[in-house]
T-cell receptor, first 117, second 113 residues
Framework: AQKVTQAQTEISVVEKEDVTLDCVYETRDTTYYLFWYKQPPSGELVFLIRRNSFDEQNEISGRYSWNFQKSTSSFNFTITASQVVDSAVYFCALSEAGIQGAQKLVFGQGTRLTINP | DTGVSQNPRHKITKRGQNVTFRCDPISEHNRLYWYRQTLGQGPEFLTYFQNEAQLEKSRLLSDRFSAERPKGSFSTLEIQRTEQGDSAMYLC???????????FGQGTRLTVV
């Protein structure tokens, strides 16, 4: 069965610190996609990144970076020089190959990140 | 495009009543998903539409739940005879094709009292 584990329930740091959110996944599929979403207090899930299982290159987007390691089934997310606006709940997700081409997402429990001024 | 729109944003209902939520996906998106999120948890998949066809339903979707997507445009999720355990955030998402990311709406928060 597909499973995503985000062991860190809550993280609190001071502004400008770097912070890494951990994500470990389990799947039997050889082809899959991994995602990170941000959920601010408004409730909407905001897409951050999608990575397919064949692309292990790390990615950097501004202050955000992602480290995908297939050998350890991890897809960690680092925010550099954190800002108060980064405060939110962050979800890691794995796409499950559903029938008829469905892109079913299996989410972790989320990590609540609080950036203190 | 204004993104995925869900209405209402909040709904309080008495146990035993029926409720209906609406989702308007991004216009060119042919795939539509419903998820349920309870407090402190990640969203859980409920059901999936490709155009107007409902192709997959989760075991979480009891027979009190029904979803439709007439004409492959907006979708509705109805819960009959609501129970307190139905209290949750109901999220709708849409995508174009299988390998593109899903965009989520702001959700409908249901409280059953």
């Amino acid at each position: 069965a597909q499973k995503v584990t985000q062991a860190q329930t809550e993280i609190s740091v001071v502004e400008k610190e770097d912070v890494t959110l951990d994500c470990v996944y389990e799947t039997r599929d050889t082809t899959y996609y991994l995602f990170w979403y941000k959920q601010p207090p408004s409730g909407e899930l905001v897409f951050l990144i999608r990575r397919n299982s064949f692309d292990e290159q790390n990615e950097i987007s501004g202050r955000y970076s992602w480290n995908f390691q297939k050998s350890t089934s991890s897809f960690n997310f680092t925010i550099t020089a954190s800002q108060v606006v980064d405060s939110a709940v962050y979800f890691c997700a794995l796409s499950e190959a559903g029938i008829q081409g469905a892109q079913k997402l299996v989410f972790g429990q989320g990590t609540r990140l609080t950036i203190n001024p | 495009d204004t993104g995925v729109s869900q209405n209402p944003r909040h709904k309080i209902t008495k146990r035993g009543q029926n409720v209906t939520f609406r989702c308007d996906p991004i216009s060119e998106h042919n795939r539509l998903y419903w998820y349920r999120q309870t407090l402190g948890q990640g969203p859980e998949f409920l059901t999936y539409f490709q155009n107007e066809a409902q192709l997959e339903k989760s075991r979480l979707l009891s027979d009190r739940f029904s979803a439709e997507r007439p004409k492959g445009s907006f979708s509705t999720l109805e819960i009959q005879r609501t129970e307190q355990g139905d209290s949750a955030m109901y999220l709708c998402a849409s995508s174009f094709g299988r390998t593109t990311e899903a965009f989520f709406g702001q959700g409908t928060r249901l409280t059953v009292v």
